[in-house]
């Protein structure tokens, strides 16, 4: 089936420092979503984004987060600074369309902030 | 409050036996979606069910969904050790926000 690419698997950083999550969506998908995971408990939804624009995004979404695509190319997931709390396994995924679609999930990266 | 839960909280099965997991929500929904989590993985789509309809199959795997008590409900029929993994509901509201909003997961395990 289609595949999304999450890349890296693994990233530790230090507190405070800048982290970038990069996902490869499926090719002619148009909606992309950032969901945060702890610990193997429940998917909890960050931010979704369409026609380069972030279309909406929950509380866990805080003011250091940003979400980008430049030129149709990596879907990314910036903090900036990181926090201890933000350590998680952040997941991406694309659909063809917004609503009642499938929404194909990559592997993850598992972000550990020291 | 949790806007989707499934219950219960966890199951073991025997390879072969069947297993139900339950699922309540709290929204008003335009579709509600299963999704398996096997350890290490991302989630994957086994049913898409439609407010529209009652029940889906997907080869082993049966859905329901009964809009007026809010819940659904999957089956799996002649488990498997691979059907190993967390099952999760989720839904599609049909007003407010359209982000999917998955509940707090069902682990199921079948041991041989």
């Known amino acids: 089936g289609p595949k999304v690419l999450q890349i890296p698997s693994h990233q530790i950083i230090d507190m405070g420092q800048m982290v970038t999550l990069n996902c490869d969506p499926v090719s002619n998908h148009l909606y992309f979503y950032w969901y945060k995971q702890i610990l193997g408990q429940q998917m909890e939804f960050l931010v979704n984004?369409?026609?380069?624009?972030?279309?909406?995004k929950s509380k866990l979404f805080k003011d250091q987060f940003s979400v980008e695509r430049p030129d149709g190319s990596y879907f990314t997931l910036k903090i900036q600074p990181t926090a201890l709390e933000d350590s998680a396994v952040y997941f991406c995924?694309?659909?063809?369309?917004?609503?009642?679609?499938?929404?194909?999930f990559g592997s993850g990266t598992r972000l550990t902030v020291l | 409050s949790q806007l989707a839960e499934e219950n219960p909280w966890a199951l073991s099965v025997h390879e072969g036996e069947s297993v139900t997991v339950n699922c309540s929500y709290k929204?008003?929904?335009?579709?509600l979606q299963w999704y398996r989590q096997k350890s290490g993985e991302g989630p994957a789509q086994l049913i898409l069910?439609?407010?529209?309809?009652r029940e889906k199959r997907n080869g082993r795997l049966r859905a329901t969904l009964d809009t007026s008590s809010q819940s659904s409900s999957l089956s799996i029929t002649a488990t498997r050790c691979e059907d190993t993994a967390v099952y999760f509901c989720a839904t599609d509201p049909d007003q407010g926000g359209r982000a999917l909003i998955f509940g707090t997961g069902t682990t199921v395990s079948v041991s041989p």
């Open positions: 995924a694309s659909s063809t369309g917004g609503q009642a679609e499938t929404l194909y």
């Open positions: 984004f369409y026609n380069g624009k972030v279309m909406e």
């Open positions: 929204t008003s929904i335009t579709a």
């Open positions: 069910i439609r407010s529209n309809e």
